[in-house]
């Protein structure tokens, strides 16, 4: 009597595996989405935060207006992230091939930079508020 497995006992665990490898793979892909995501939403909001610094420091620039949302603002500026990057309002350790500082948006790729995206920074009731136009 010969032991091991026959072509089909072989043929239907190959099968059996290759499904649980899909349902893994697609698992996995769905949780690398939503940490990208989370990630983005935390360096928005470090943007965001910074500008409201530089929106405080400031308050004297913020003369313009703008739409937000549909909704128009006095005392407002625009400003790109790489400005606030380079007066140390936003901080990142992300450098692009060149040794320049970056914040990745790692929704997009490995090379969507948000440096030169608009953040509008105005002022409603005495506070100071920030908005990234994505």
């Known amino acids: 009597m010969k032991k091991g497995f026959t072509l089909v006992e072989l043929m239907a665990v190959i099968v059996i595996v290759a499904i649980i490898s899909v349902i893994g793979y697609a698992g996995v892909t769905i949780v690398q989405k939503n940490i990208k995501t989370n990630l983005w939403e935390g360096k928005v909001e470090a943007i965001e935060n910074g500008a409201v610094s530089y929106g405080e420091d400031n308050k004297n620039k913020l003369t313009n207006s ?3 949302d549909g909704s128009t603002k006095t005392s407002c500026q625009s400003v790109k992230v790489q ?3 380079d007066r140390n ?3 990142t350790d992300e450098l692009d091939s060149n040794g320049n500082e ?7 790729g490995d090379t969507a930079y ?3 995206m ?5 002022v409603e009731n005495n506070i100071v508020y920030a908005k990234l136009m994505e």
């Open 118 to 122: 608009d953040v509008y920074i105005y």
């Open 66 to 68: 703008c739409i937000i």
């Open 102 to 108: 970056v914040i990745i948006n790692d929704t997009i």
């Open 114 to 116: 948000a440096n030169d």
């Open 89 to 91: 309002y936003v901080p």
């Open 83 to 85: 400005y606030l990057i």
